[in-house]
Each structure stands twice: as C-alpha cells, then as structure tokens.
T-cell receptor, first 109, second 115 residues
C-alpha cells in the first residue's frame, strides 16, 4: 500500500472548519483513501473513505485531488469532541489497515 | 457503522500469568479480524490477522506462541497473552472487517498492565 504523509499536529478553533491534509503521491489506481480518528484511550473510529470522487457523510467530507496524489478531510464545524489523532490510510481492497503517525488535531475554544 | 466490542476494557495481572481478551462483532459476521497493539505515544501496530476457522497470520516479530489467537466463530476472536511480562503491558485493540464495504471497524481497546 502507498505511503501517506500528514502534518504532525494542527489546531482549529471551535465552530470553524478543520481541514486535514494528506499526501499520498505514490497512490496507485486501485488504492482507496481511508480516514480514521482515535480519541485518547479509545479504539480508532472510521470516518470516511473514497477512491477518486469526493465523498460526504454525516461526520465529514473527503476531497481527493484529480490526480489522487493528495486528499483533505474536512470537519465542517469542529467541536471540542473532535480533538483526536486523525489517520489517513491508503490501501488496496482486501488489505489490512496499517497506521502511520497521523495528525493530532486540537480544537480550541 | 458496525459495532465491535472488547472484553475486558482493562486488566491487571501478575507476571507469568496468562490473560485472554475477547473481541466480538455485534451486528455483523466477520470472517476476518485483526489484532493491534499500541504503546504510549505511538501509533497502532498490526500484530496478526485471523480468519474464521483457520490459523492466524502473524506480523514479523510477533511471537505466535506468546500471543495465541483463536477465531472460532464469525463473531468472536480471542487473543491470549501467555506468560505475560511487564513489557507486554500495552493497549490491545481488535478490528473486524465488514466484507460488503471492505471497511474495518475497531473495538474500544483493552488496556493490559502486567505487574
């Protein structure tokens, strides 16, 4: 599976949109982009995934660039409860999830 | 989303004893489950993949005789840490895959402390 690069940490003001970038420049055509988050001392929570089209669900939006070399997870109205480590994972269908270091998002009042 | 549970949520044991952790998929059947370990301030590391009815596949460096995995049904996988030592103290997290969406869902984790 392709390697991903994420910023180590980010801050966001409560109520504002949080935009979390992920670089996956070596992604191949059959690899999906997945996002999970882990709140302190809990198991990872699935957020969203996509192949090449933008995706939206009740939690977030996923924007994938046309060349698929990068993506952005958008939390439209961040709350204090969104403070967590966010993981961007690229994988082929059927492969296991392997986690990098992720981005530590801190939502501030 | 699909729900995965783990039991116990935390356990403290003496060095040399064995500890069993259960992982259940509550609202779906999981032919494949995964076990991860997470040390403080580190990311999750995959330990092994278990397929229902067959032997688990362990990642390099993970001792299969120490970390016994059983996936006897489509909703239950167990991890037994045998002869636990203080260095086995960690946060153990299981995951189960929903075949139809090819998405993994994770349990809440089990914190093991070996004294």
């Amino acid at each position: 599976d392709a390697k991903t690069t994420q910023p180590t940490s980010m801050d966001c003001a409560e109520g504002r949109a949080a935009n979390l970038p992920c670089n996956h420049s070596t992604i191949s055509g059959n690899e999906y982009v997945y996002w999970y988050r882990q709140i302190h001392s809990q198991g990872p929570q699935y957020i969203i995934h996509g192949l090449k089209n933008n995706e939206t669900n009740e939690m977030a939006s996923l924007i994938i660039t046309e060349d698929r070399k990068s993506s952005t997870l958008i939390l439209p109205h961040a709350t204090l409860r969104d403070t967590a480590v966010y993981y961007c994972i690229v994988r082929v269908v059927g492969n296991d999830m392997r986690f990098g270091a992720g981005t530590r998002l801190t939502v501030k009042p | 989303g699909a729900v995965v549970s783990q039991h116990p949520s935390w356990v403290i044991c003496k060095s040399g004893t064995s500890v069993k952790i259960e992982c259940r998929s509550l609202d779906f059947q999981a032919t494949t489950m995964f076990w991860y370990r997470q040390f403080p301030k580190q990311s999750l590391m995959l330990m092994a993949t278990s397929n229902e009815g067959s032997k688990a596949t362990y990642e390099q460096g993970v001792e299969k005789d120490k970390f016994l995995i059983n996936h006897a049904s489509l909703t239950l996988s167990t991890l037994t840490v045998t002869s636990a030592h203080p260095e086995d103290s960690s946060f153990y997290i299981c995951s189960a895959r929903v075949v139809s969406t090819d998405t993994q869902y994770f349990g809440p984790g089990t914190r093991l402390t070996v004294l």
